[in-house]
């Protein structure tokens, strides 16, 4: 994990001066993962409004997975066998034919971890649709959040 780009420095076209903006910005620069990602960031960016936010969040599945086992770290990573069974479990309870779905895998193009973030991703949302998920707003009124 990594932090994410400050505001500050999307309008950077290089990793160099992003690091510098977000140096001059925050004190800090930042990781070349994180700038590896500045310009869909920038696309949502431009893009989100208060508006669309009543309906669209962003969610961080590890985190995900780490509030569905009760604010506890995973054990294993998800990349592995013993990581792919230990989040598998915590959703069996949520979405019993997970399993099967797990076992249709074969036909298609995702991966299990892929289908696997995408189910805690679901559960995510039902969390959002039940008003569990704190508040707190940036400058251009845009709700500052991962939900989990």
């Excluded at 949520?94 to 696997?116: F, G, K, N, S, W």
């Excluded at 991703?121 to 969390?127: K, L, Q, R, S």
Aim: aromatic share 8%; net charge negative.
């Amino acid at each position: 994990m990594f932090p994410a780009p400050v505001r500050a420095a999307l309008p950077a076209m290089n990793y160099e001066q992003a690091c510098q903006m977000s140096l001059s910005a925050h004190g800090k620069s930042m990781s070349r993962q994180a700038f590896e990602i500045i310009a869909k960031i920038r696309e949502v960016d431009d893009l989100m409004t208060p508006e669309l936010q009543t309906w669209i969040f962003e969610v961080h599945p590890e985190i995900s997975f780490y509030t569905l086992k009760g604010q506890c770290p995973l054990k294993h990573s998800k990349h592995k066998r013993e990581g792919k069974d230990e989040r598998l479990h915590l959703l069996l309870s949520h979405y019993p034919a997970i399993r099967q779905h797990v076992a249709e895998l074969e036909r298609t193009m995702a991966t299990e971890d892929d289908l696997l973030d995408a189910a805690v991703a679901a559960w995510t949302a039902e969390c959002v649709a039940r008003g569990n998920v704190p508040r707190q707003y940036d400058s251009k009124g845009l709700r500052m959040e991962i939900v989990f």
